[in-house]
C-alpha cells in the first residue's frame, strides 16, 4: 500500500469513526431526555373486575402486555428496508 493509499484510507476510517461515537453519544443523550420526560407521567390502568381486590404479599411483578392490530416488528421493517436497497421485493405499500 502506497503512503498516499494509507492516509486516505486512515482518514476514512476516522470519519467512521467518529461518526459512529457521536452516534452513540446523540443516543444516549436522547433516550436519557425521553427517559426523564416519561418518568413524570404515570400510566393508568383499567381494573377489570376478575382481578382480585386484596393486596399481594412479599415481592411480585405485573407485567401489561398491549396489543395492536396493526403492529409490524422492527426486524420486519428493517428487513424490508434493506431489500428495498438491495433491488429484492420492498415494502408492501
Known amino acids: ?42 400510566e393508568q390502568k383499567d381494573v377489570s373486575t376478575d382481578e382480585i381486590v386484596e393486596a399481594p404479599k412479599g415481592f411480585y411483578v405485573e407485567t401489561i402486555v398491549t396489543y395492536r392490530e396493526d403492529f409490524v416488528p422492527i426486524t420486519d421493517k ?12 420492498g415494502p408492501k405499500s
Request: aromatic residues 16%.
Open 1 to 42: 500500500m502506497r503512503p498516499n493509499q494509507a492516509t486516505s484510507w486512515y482518514r476514512r476510517m476516522s470519519v467512521v469513526y467518529a461518526l459512529g461515537a457521536w452516534t452513540v453519544l446523540g443516543s444516549f443523550i436522547f433516550f436519557d431526555r425521553k427517559k426523564r420526560q416519561s418518568a413524570g407521567e404515570v
Open 78 to 89: 428493517i428487513l424490508s428496508y434493506l431489500k428495498s436497497w438491495t433491488g429484492g421485493p
